[in-house]
Structures are given as structure tokens and as C-alpha cells.
């Protein structure tokens, strides 16, 4: 009788910490999952869309995608991940035998409508100097564009961003596409020992080969990084992982119950 009181107690206490998720979940102040990458494998980008690109020309999408294409969606005067994310990702271009331009093509695309195709061509300058080689200036796009074609892009991608008084909340991803516009792959870059992004050679590599094929890929890694200029740990943060550590604490407790109230259940 006793073991069933604290079962059921307990199990009220783990369904009220789901129902609690739910909540934050759909909260309308929560940071966390309004800034997010919802994957839409198979699904295909607006390539109707006309953005601006670096140096002052209106391009339609469909005339970029020609060839396997990785999706940046990042803002230019960033001061959180967006630089380090393009960083790496110029690093990467250099650490195997595939050739920007010719096996694939990376499309940055800003996210603040304020920037411009200047703002645009200084960042593509500073990228293109740390690559480490020469590849065609088409291979990597930075382009700018209006509030609709932004909001039309990174919904269709599933990429969500909130704005900030002091820019824009949002994670770090690349989003590999076929020459069709249909998402095939989403590469969450890792971490190094110093907190760095680190995208595998062999991961971007397999990511373009795979998207040439046409072929959807479920995602392996799941890092994201929150992009934002201030301390993102905030009380959103806190009760997230209060949330956690109390279901975490509430099931092991049931589990420990039911192994004290049945100590010989397996070795009869």
C-alpha cells in the first residue's frame, strides 16, 4: 500500500514536471526556443527569392544554386558567434580536396535587413584573406536583402532569430542544399577545448557529397550555440535547468523505490 501512495505521488510529480516543459516551452517569453533550428529535411528553399549580393546586384536564388549549397545565416557586424562560425568554416574550405566553386558553393546570407552590400563586402574581404587560398569570389556569396525575403528564407530553412536591442538572438548552423533547393543536411558545428566552433573536415566534406546525391541526412551532433552580445545565462537559463535537474532527480528517485521494493526482481 505504502509503495503504491509513493509510486502514484511520484508520478504525479514527474507528470506535473512534463506538463511544466510544455509550458516553458510554449511560454511567449522564452528566449530559448523562439531563437532555434527547426530541421526541415526534404523540404525545399523559396529559390525565387532576390537578394542583393556584395557588390551591388540584385541575384535570384535559383541562378546561385547550381551545385551543392551550404547556408549561412549569420549577420555582418555581429559581435557573438557569427564571425568565429565564418571562421571556421574559411578554415575548413582549405582542409580538404573539394573545391569551393567548382564541388560546392556557400551562400552567407544577413539577417539584418539594416546591412548593406558595403557592410556585406567587408566581411567577404576579411573571409576571403583568411582562407588560406584563392578560390572564385562567386563560390562564397555574402548577401543582403529586405525583412520579407529574410523572414521567407530562414522560415522555409526552419531557422529562427529573435531581435535584440543589441542585435540578434540566434544559433550557428550550416544548412547543406541540392542543386534543387531541397535541404539535405544540417551541420551543427562543434566545440573546441577553448570553446571555439570546429567543424570536421570529414563531416563538411561527406555533407557536400551526400548533398550532390540528392540524399536527406538526419543530423548526428546537436550543439548549438545561442548568439547574442550579452551574458545569455539569464532566469530563462536558470529555470530551464532547474526544470532538468528536477524531472532527472524526480525519475531516478522512482527507479531507486522500485529497485528498494523489489531487491530480488531479475535473479529469481
Not at 510529480?13 to 526541415?40: N, R, T
Not at 556585406?120 to 578560390?135: D, E, R, T, V
Not at 548533398?211 to 545569455?232: E, H, N, R
Request: charged share 20%.
Amino acid at each position: 500500500m505504502y509503495l503504491g501512495a509513493v509510486l502514484k505521488n511520484k508520478i504525479k510529480i514527474l507528470l506535473f514536471f512534463f506538463i511544466l516543459i510544455g509550458f516553458y516551452k510554449a511560454h511567449p517569453s522564452d528566449k530559448i526556443h523562439q531563437a532555434g533550428v527547426v530541421e526541415h529535411l526534404g523540404k525545399k528553399l523559396p529559390l525565387d527569392l532576390t537578394f542583393t549580393n556584395s557588390v551591388g546586384e540584385k541575384v535570384l536564388l535559383k541562378d546561385l544554386v547550381d551545385k551543392p549549397t551550404i547556408f549561412d545565416f549569420v549577420y555582418y557586424r555581429c559581435t557573438g558567434i557569427c564571425t568565429p562560425l565564418m571562421v571556421e568554416v574559411a578554415s575548413v574550405i582549405g582542409k580538404t580536396e573539394l573545391q569551393p566553386g567548382k564541388d560546392y558553393r556557400i551562400i552567407s546570407i544577413s539577417i539584418n535587413p539594416a546591412e548593406t552590400p558595403k557592410i556585406a563586402a567587408q566581411k567577404k574581404n576579411a573571409m576571403l584573406s583568411i582562407i588560406g587560398q584563392k578560390i572564385p569570389p562567386t563560390s562564397w556569396e555574402f548577401l543582403t536583402g529586405d525583412s520579407l525575403s529574410i523572414a521567407k528564407i530562414t522560415d522555409a530553412a526552419g531557422f529562427y532569430f529573435q531581435r535584440q536591442s543589441n542585435g540578434y538572438l540566434h544559433k550557428g548552423v550550416l544548412i547543406f542544399v541540392d542543386k534543387s533547393g531541397k535541404i539535405c543536411e544540417y551541420v551543427h558545428p562543434g566545440y573546441t577545448s577553448r570553446g571555439d566552433f570546429s567543424i570536421l573536415p570529414s563531416e563538411f566534406k561527406m555533407a557536400v557529397i551526400e548533398t550532390g546525391k540528392g540524399a536527406v541526412t538526419a543530423t548526428i551532433q546537436k550543439v548549438l550555440q545561442t548568439c547574442t552580445t550579452f551574458i545569455s545565462k539569464g532566469k530563462d537559463g536558470i529555470i530551464l535547468v532547474l526544470i532538468m535537474i528536477t524531472g532527472i532527480f524526480t525519475i531516478t528517485t522512482v527507479l531507486f523505490i522500485i529497485k528498494k521494493a523489489n531487491p530480488y526482481k531479475g535473479n529469481s
